[in-house]
């Protein structure tokens, strides 16, 4: 009981589709004091549109006893009807058949993480581009001064070329 309510993630003890047990941690996650959530079926916990998935889930525990590697991510109905993102995983007791253990996450904090990781890699693929077109605009514009002097290059070599067959056509005649 006293690791139960100690342990940071929250808690809920359902048995024969009843809450039975809720730590702290779950009391913050959903809003609800242990008051509250005792007595009640888990799914006050479940938004509408995951009830039906919910239900499914806790059925198929029941049913084959198994409820390793089932870990979900969705979001959980506080008591003022927002919704908080969480991780949910289930465990079914085995000593008493109708026990199911659910150990919730609130993955707030995470998902802004990732929003914002993703914002950022947003930004850094336009700014990517913006530094491509930059590179492309600079590249060009260098390129116009280098063939003006390649260009003026090649009229000074023609002229050298031209006097230099002046200056030597006219030494053989004289």
Same mark, same amino acid.
């Given at each position: 009981?006293?690791?139960?309510?100690?342990a940071?993630?929250?808690?809920?003890?359902?048995?024969?589709?009843?809450?039975?047990? +809720?730590?702290?941690?779950?009391e913050e996650i959903?809003?609800?004091?242990?008051?509250? *959530?005792i007595?009640?079926?888990?799914?006050? *916990?479940?938004?509408e549109?995951?009830?039906?998935?919910h239900?499914?889930?806790?059925?198929?525990?029941l049913t084959?006893?198994?409820a390793?590697?089932?870990?979900?991510?969705? !979001?959980?109905?506080?008591?003022?009807g927002?919704?908080?993102p969480?991780?949910?995983?289930?465990?079914? !007791? =085995?000593?008493?058949?109708?026990?199911?253990?659910?150990v919730?996450?609130? =993955?707030?904090?995470?998902r802004k993480? !990732?929003?914002e990781?993703i914002?950022?890699?947003?930004e850094?693929?336009?700014?990517?581009k !913006?530094?491509?077109?930059?590179?492309?605009?600079?590249s060009?514009?260098?390129?116009?001064p280098?063939v003006? +002097?390649?260009?003026?290059?090649?009229?000074?070599?023609?002229?050298?070329?031209? =006097?230099?067959s002046?200056l030597f056509?006219?030494e053989?005649?004289?």
């Amino acid at each position: 009981h006293t690791l139960i309510e100690l342990a940071s993630a929250g808690i809920i003890v359902a048995e024969n589709d009843i809450i039975t047990q +809720v730590n702290r941690t779950a009391e913050e996650i959903y809003g609800y004091s242990k008051d509250e *959530l005792i007595g009640k079926p888990p799914s006050i *916990l479940s938004p509408e549109k995951h009830k039906e998935q919910h239900r499914k889930i806790l059925l198929d525990i029941l049913t084959t006893g198994r409820a390793d590697k089932m870990i979900f991510e969705e !979001e959980g109905l506080r008591k003022d009807g927002s919704l908080v993102p969480i991780e949910i995983s289930f465990t079914l !007791e =085995v000593e008493k058949e109708n026990m199911i253990i659910a150990v919730v996450r609130d =993955v707030s904090e995470r998902r802004k993480a !990732e929003e914002e990781r993703i914002r950022l890699l947003d930004e850094l693929q336009d700014k990517n581009k !913006e530094l491509e077109q930059l590179v492309y605009v600079a590249s060009h514009d260098l390129r116009s001064p280098l063939v003006n +002097v390649q260009g003026f290059s090649k009229e000074l070599e023609h002229a050298f070329k031209y =006097v230099q067959s002046i200056l030597f056509h006219s030494e053989d005649v004289s």
